[in-house]
C-alpha cells in the first residue's frame, strides 16, 4: 500500500508564496509519477503540476512561470511545490498525487487562501 503524507500550505496574501511537501511511502520502485491537484469549492479537480520520475514536468497553464515542481534526489519519493506570486483564484485544497502501476494515490489535501 501506497501512502502519502502532505505538509505546507496556509493562508498568505496575494503575491505571497507557500511551499508543498510530499512524501510516498510504501513498496514504490521503479517509473512513478508525483503531482499536486487541487480543487476549489464548487469547481472540477484539476492537475496543477507533475513530475515524472526521470525529472519530466508537466505545468497548468494557469500556473506556469509561478508554480515549480521538484523532487529529492534518487530513491526518495518526495516532491516539492513551490508556489510564488500567489493569486487570490489559487485558493483551492491541495491534493498530492502519485500514480505508480497504473493506480493512483491521493494524499489526505492541504489548504491553501490566498487572500487579496
Known amino acids: 500500500q501506497v501512502q502519502l503524507v502532505e505538509s505546507g500550505g496556509g493562508l498568505v496574501q496575494s503575491g505571497g508564496s507557500l511551499r508543498l511537501s510530499c512524501a510516498a511511502s510504501?513498496?514504490?520502485?521503479?517509473?512513478?509519477?508525483m503531482g499536486w491537484y487541487r480543487q476549489a469549492p464548487g469547481k472540477q479537480r484539476e492537475m496543477v503540476a507533475r513530475i515524472i520520475v526521470n525529472g519530466d514536468t508537466r505545468y497548468a497553464d494557469a500556473v506556469k512561470g509561478r508554480f515549480t515542481i521538484s523532487r529529492d534526489g534518487p530513491g526518495k519519493n518526495v516532491v516539492h511545490l513551490q508556489m510564488n506570486n500567489l493569486k487570490p483564484e489559487d485558493t483551492a485544497l491541495y491534493y498530492c498525487?502519485?500514480?505508480?502501476?497504473?493506480?493512483?494515490?491521493w494524499g489526505q489535501g492541504t489548504q491553501v487562501t490566498v487572500s487579496s
Open positions: 510504501g513498496r514504490i520502485s521503479g517509473l512513478w509519477t
Open positions: 498525487n502519485i500514480n505508480y502501476l497504473r493506480r493512483d494515490f
